[in-house]
């Protein structure tokens, strides 16, 4: 296969968070092995370089923007992006919806407001990629 040139990607899993009682290693591994898929020369062909991989601890809420900052500045008009991200979600105590990063504090109902990657602050990441088409996959469960 040869090189998928225009591929930029971004791959997010957070199995293990502050509070373990939360952790779901499924999240890490499935991370982790479509990562794997995507730069295997004979699969998915992404460069290495640029296809990112963000897990567990590494994916606190300020790394997981830094991340998709750092995308959006790797990518054109001829781009094509993909990010994924997956990860516990719940509603936050302000309203807004949350994907939750290693570092979310968990309430009784849901994320505390500002701890985890609200749907607001995800929404303006994307809008800064400026790819021709961006691709995101959400597997969150609460």
Known sequence: MSSFTPGRALVI?????????W?????????????ALLIDPARGGYDAGKAELLIDARATREEIVRALR?????????????ISLTCHGAMGDDG?????????RFTRDGIAAGTGLSVRTLAAALRDISAGRVLLIVNACS
């Open 70 to 82: 750092r995308l959006a500045d790797r990518c054109d008009e001829q781009s094509i992006a993909l």
């Open 96 to 104: 807004l919806y949350y994907l939750a990063s290693s570092d979310a």
């Open 13 to 21: 899993g957070v199995g293990a968070y502050d509070d373990e009682r």
């Open 23 to 35: 952790d779901v290693p499924t999240a890490t591994r499935d991370a982790a092995e479509l990562h």
